[in-house]
């Protein structure tokens, strides 16, 4: 499976941005499918993640309320819409995948296969 991420880009803070993940490739099988991002400096941390289904979706705490994680499976696609940015969510935004069963979802890093390339998202102050 390969992911290819895209949205990323420059936004004011409290700005949004939508960031899309393209899955092509063994997409016939099922795969969760989450949002991690790595800032200057720092560990990727796990930002949302989303169930094979769509049913499912789990955030960080730092991103919940303001965050979503929907996914078209008929694309074979998942979004981030991003509401309400702020200067420190600067970072790369990676979109990973793994083979899952029906309603699960994953937030550790080292539970995914596959990654994205990233997107860069900066928020200005």
Not at 30 to 51: L, T
Not at 74 to 90: G, R
Request: proline letters at 2%; glycine letters at 12%; a positive charge.
């Amino acid at each position: 499976v390969q992911l290819q991420a895209s949205g990323g880009g420059l936004v004011q803070t409290g700005g949004s941005l939508r960031l899309a993940c393209a899955a092509s490739g063994r997409t016939g099988s099922m795969y969760a499918m989450g949002w991690f991002r790595q800032a200057p400096g720092k560990e990727r941390e796990f930002v949302a993640a989303i169930s094979w289904g769509g049913t499912k979706t789990y955030y960080s705490d730092s991103v919940k309320g303001r965050f979503t994680i929907v996914r078209d499976i008929a694309k074979n696609s998942v979004y981030l819409q991003m509401n309400s940015l702020k200067p420190e969510e600067t970072a790369i935004y990676y979109c990973a995948a793994r083979l899952a069963v029906s309603g699960a979802y994953y937030t550790t890093s080292h539970e995914y296969s596959y990654w994205g390339q990233g997107t860069l998202v900066t928020v200005s102050s």
